[in-house]
């Protein structure tokens, strides 16, 4: 067998691991905490914090976190006005697997916003955890 056979497949594992070791570096530097879909109900109702949807309209649609303010990724910088009036509360910022919540969290706390959590795992998360979604 080929030496190229078996270090390709230790080089994409490597790389994967590197993208998700960079990913999570990069959050924790903007000063956004990943939190688990049961730390997300927990501030919901300890901290009253505000869950932000970032998916786009469809799958905001098939079904969300119950009260989240949809704000599509694209949309998140135009539309960071309104949530200047949130500044004080807990924001969590989810989407289907964490990925673009992610960045817009790095955003948001660019922009002074001071307690942001992403949501790790996105609704993935939060259906494994067999947790209600609204329609």
């Known amino acids: ?3 190229w056979t078996l270090i390709l497949p230790l080089g994409l594992a490597a790389g994967i691991l590197f993208t998700k070791w ?3 570096h990069r959050l924790k530097r903007a000063g956004v905490r990943e939190i688990g879909a049961r730390e997300t109900m927990a501030l919901i109702k300890e901290k009253k914090a505000l869950v932000v949807d970032v ?4 799958e905001f649609k098939a ?3 119950p009260k989240a303010k949809h704000i599509p990724l694209r949309q998140v910088g135009k539309r960071i006005k309104e949530l200047e009036k949130h500044k004080g509360r807990p924001i969590i910022v989810n989407c289907r697997s964490g990925r673009r919540s992610a960045s817009a969290s790095m955003l948001l706390s660019k922009n002074g916003f001071d307690n942001v959590y992403n949501l790790k795992g996105g609704i993935i998360a939060w259906n494994r955890a067999n947790l209600k979604l609204e329609k």
């Open 22 to 24: 960079n990913a999570r």
């Open 55 to 58: 998916r786009e309209a469809s």
């Open 63 to 65: 079904g969300r976190i």
């Open 1 to 3: 067998m080929p030496e």
